[in-house]
């Protein structure tokens, strides 16, 4: 068991949140009951999560996507109102970071999408440094790991370039980071993986040479929140649950 408040602090001290200007508030965002025992992870705080988490007995809900979003209508009315309700009525937590789970060396989405695929990253560039880069031990076809990628993320992907081009420096970012497509074509890349791909990146991969990989929004930032949340549970002895909220974007 963890107070609320020393769960927080600490969270926020290892996400470095002070780095980072993000769209959104990162820490504690609804405030609960004080004790935690169990913490529930899931991608975002939607209400199919929220009901599922309780049912979980969740004293916490942690979660990369979670509310009060910049540019958003500041009404607690609708749905952000029967989520916060929901919340509020069954005195859960409610914790996010977005940002600064991307970024995280250890813990953070980008690191762990390597960490699954078997990408180990070089580096990191770019805004709050999201962009991965490495280079890989032997050169493989774009349709290899296209199949990889598939496999390892259980999903069936969409893929820009010729299968049978040949792949050896690889870039990634997880999420809607299509538009760090510039950025990774400035560092030289084979491809470069993301979890959404717009009109424009189709033209950008093509006509740059460099494939690309849209692997899914959700599917691409599931590791994360679980590594964080796993972390959390052997530093404080909680029970810890990653509750998969299916979502095909």
């Known amino acids: 068991m963890v107070k609320i ?59 990369h996507h979670g509310y009060f979003w910049k540019n958003e209508a500041s009404e607690i009315v609708g749905i952000k109102q029967r989520r916060l309700k929901f919340l509020l009525a069954h005195d859960i937590n409610l914790m996010a970071f977005h940002l600064p789970l991307d970024a995280h060396g250890e813990l953070g989405n980008n690191v762990q999408l390597g960490n699954l695929l078997g990408f180990k990253p070089q580096s990191y560039v770019g805004s709050d440094s999201l962009l991965a880069y490495t280079e890989l031990e032997m050169e493989l076809p774009l349709s290899e ?24 420096k690889v870039a990634w970012c997880t999420g809607a980071a299509q538009g760090y497509i510039d950025q990774a074509i400035a560092l030289d890349v084979d491809l470069f993986i993301s979890g959404e791909i717009s009109e424009q990146t189709t033209h950008q991969s093509l006509e740059s040479g460099v494939a690309y990989i849209s692997a899914g929004h959700h599917a691409t930032e599931r590791y994360g929140v679980q590594a964080l949340g796993r972390h959390l549970a052997d530093k404080f002895n909680l029970e810890h649950e990653f509750i998969d909220i299916h979502n095909p974007v």
Do not use: W
């Open 5 to 63: 408040n020393e769960l927080t602090h600490y969270t926020q001290q290892l996400m470095q949140v002070e780095r980072f200007k993000d769209y959104c508030p990162n820490g504690l965002q609804v405030e609960g009951r004080v004790e935690i025992n169990k913490i529930v992870t899931g991608v975002t705080a939607s209400m199919a999560l929220l009901e599922a988490a309780h049912k979980a007995s969740a004293d916490l809900i942690l979660v």
């Open 145 to 168: 790991i296209v199949l990889l990628v598939e496999h390892r993320l259980r999903r069936k992907v969409m893929a820009i370039g010729e299968p049978a081009k040949k792949i050896n």
